[in-house]
């Protein structure tokens, strides 16, 4: 088309007024697609023929040098991309598209470029080891880059990070709690732990300073869901204490229960034998009550098998007592110390025989 026009320049000296606007139109085309050679040789040529009208032609022959002006620029832009002069190179495309928008060879250029730059400052953040310096380097990625491929996993980075710091800025099991519960990467799990460990050790050791059933009980509360470390000792030692309010109280059963709890933090004999007396007791109760049995008889024999046992001679009595109700009356006498003993069991006997007849 191009050299169709041309052609019929030279023989025509463009006397057609229509033909020299197709021609207009053709090098505003040429410009826009960035052919600037033909663009060049339709401007000038155009310019030639209006030697009446020196305004029009000098606007073509402006035109004709800001096409050379774009032509200049692309050499050296092509020059500094391929030395991998990139910011030189696209000072100069930058200069192409102010004067063409539209260049296509230009913001392709650009548009890669743009491409590596951000795929250079995500890889920055790939290369730090330290997830601190890589969420730095994500949050400068996103000023960058606010809606780059990789903005949700940086967003991410940054979370984590300001997440972390608001933990360590606290320094609770809240806040740390909270960390665990909001992380969606877990980064620093395990620097979690150690600041739990610290916490749960300098409460420790201020319960054990005030060493009372209360500071053992305020331990307890705040510790049971998180694992304390010292929650077996902490509990210990209000059973401990607590066993001895029921003991002052005379409620053996309970005192023994506690005891029992504790029994791995009794370390002298002033509660040890406490406990033992508890211990005899809830066996006694066990065996003299209206429930009893022969077996819960022989359970506290087996435990307390001599007579200086506090409640033995009543356990005896209840055990002769069952014996009989059975009808073992040869070995209810075994258990039947007194005259009165062997009198009931002898009764006994006799009102056994008298109902089996």
Known sequence: MIRRILFTFAFVLLSCASFAQSAAKEAERAYASGKYDDAIQLYEMLASTMDGNSTEQQKLYDAANKCRKIQE???QANTAYNQDNFKLAMNYYNQILKLNPNDSRANARKN???????EAAWNKVADYTAFTDKALAARKYLELYPTGRYKDEAAEFVAEEELWNKALETNTYAAYKEYME??????????????LSIIDDEMWANVRRRNSKVAYEEYINAQQNVNGKHLTEARGMYNLMSARE???????????????VAEKYIYDNYDRNKMNECCEYV??????STTSTIEDCEAYFAKYPTRNASHYYKVEEKMMTLLCKEGRFEEALKYARYDSGKKYVKNAKKAWRKAHR
């Open 246 to 260: 029921y003991y002052t109280q005379k409620n053996y059963i309970k005192a023994y229960e506690c005891y029992a």
């Open 73 to 75: 620029l692309h050499s």
């Open 112 to 118: 890669e470029y743009n491409y590596k730059l951000e």
């Open 182 to 195: 909001n992380s969606e990467l877990k980064v620093y799990e395990e620097e979690v732990q150690k600041a």
């Open 283 to 288: 066996y006694y109760i066990n065996a003299c």
